[in-house]
DNA sequence: GAGGTTACTGACAAAAATGTCAATAACGAA
DNA sequence: TTCGTTATTGACATTTTTGTCAGTAACCTC
């Protein structure tokens, strides 16, 4: 009867990892660029070029996708924040160095729509990880610049607030007045490095 | 053929801006409750008590509701924002309240998940009327308090970026790890006004 | 090569969400 | 009271999105 004779583009078979990796990659394109709403199957399985049977035969469902993104993202965040080494001497420029790379991971990276992404979803419970993270980092990393613990907890609290907001709606609001989209994160710093100089000085 | 015959309870009818806004009320609710994605033609209209053929009697598409409520909280927020008198004298008293206003009204009143929902669906274009908004708060009543105009929109650029991070994200991130959900904005509005503090002083 | 495993796919089915329409019923005006 | 307007609605139609399934083909082992 049905005579099946298609000249398709050859397949290309992956590793399972492989595949699931490169569909999350193009689901966080999509998400960067489009937003939430954007993560449909057929969006993801095209962006990603492969059929939408392909993306269930991996993840069972859409909404697996989006689970399996949060995870992935949440891990990329943690793992780049964990990255920063802070050596027990110079405490003025590490600082620095640690604030721009926060603040740079949820601009850049995306973080701050991660962020934003999971709180109108209700889903932070998925971030229970950070709590772990932020006590590993006040203990070990600041704890050995002479920081007590829970101020250091403070400040890790103070930071990635400020830099939900920056990352999220600085470039935005900036660029609506009238002002550089980086003018924002500049401010923020500015003033947040001057407060952690108060505190330490 | 088709007898019709059914004790429905019976019907409310509303003059059509009664109905409008009741419509929106039900939406904004779902909004700031579960996130923009629980905003579905059926999931507005049983919140507002009506069938979903009325919904879209008044407003056309569901995606038409959701462009009115994006454009009733702008206007409400921009409403509250410039209700806020501020003096010419007694400067820090004001800046005080001024800032809490602005920081209750994206913690508790939806707007930094306003904010975070038009930046999500990148419908920031929204928000021009934000310019001239600023451009007059900045003018007029922080003029009067003798603050240059360029340095009045910096400071109102910083303080609603941030005010979006800890409305957002910070009761959140604050009980992630232990500490009181009002714990971010203490911390940011403590900084923010030394900050502002050392401008003026 | 031959055969087995399984990633991959198109065609189809199911479900969910949106939108249409003719009929109904409040409400005000004549 | 009667009548006209129109907000309201249930039933239905359409569109969109998700999910199923049997067949295909890439890759590996023997």
Redesign the interface.
């Given at each position: 009867m049905s005579i099946t004779k298609h000249k398709n583009s050859p397949r290309i078979r992956r590793t399972p990892e492989e595949s699931r990796a490169n569909i999350l990659s193009a689901a966080e394109d999509l998400l960067v660029e489009?937003?939430?709403?954007s993560l449909r199957l057929a969006d993801v399985a095209k962006r990603a070029g492969v059929a939408n049977a392909t993306v269930l035969h991996h993840f069972g469902s859409i909404d697996a996708v989006q689970q399996a993104l949060m995870e992935r993202m949440i891990a990329d965040l943690v793992e780049n924040i964990l990255s920063v080494e802070i050596p027990a001497d110079a405490p003025l420029e590490v600082r620095t160095a640690g604030l721009k790379t926060l603040f740079d991971a949820f601009e850049t990276r995306g973080a701050a729509?991660l962020?934003?992404?999971l709180?109108?979803?209700?889903e932070?419970s998925r971030?229970?990880v950070?709590?772990e993270v932020?006590?590993e980092v006040a203990q070990k990393k600041m704890g050995n610049a002479g920081v007590p613990a829970d101020v250091a907890?403070?400040i890790?609290?103070?930071s990635?607030?400020?830099?939900?907001?920056?990352g999220?709606?600085?470039p935005?609001?900036?660029r609506?007045?009238?002002?550089p989209p980086e003018?924002?994160r500049e401010?923020?710093l500015q003033?947040?490095m001057?407060?952690l100089e108060?505190l330490s000085g």
């Open positions: 489009q937003g939430p709403q729509r962020a934003a992404w709180e109108l979803t209700d932070t971030l229970t950070v709590r932020v006590q907890e403070d890790i609290l103070l990635v607030t400020l830099a939900v907001g920056v999220l709606f600085g935005t609001l900036g609506l007045i009238g002002k003018r924002a401010l923020t003033m947040l001057g407060y108060g």
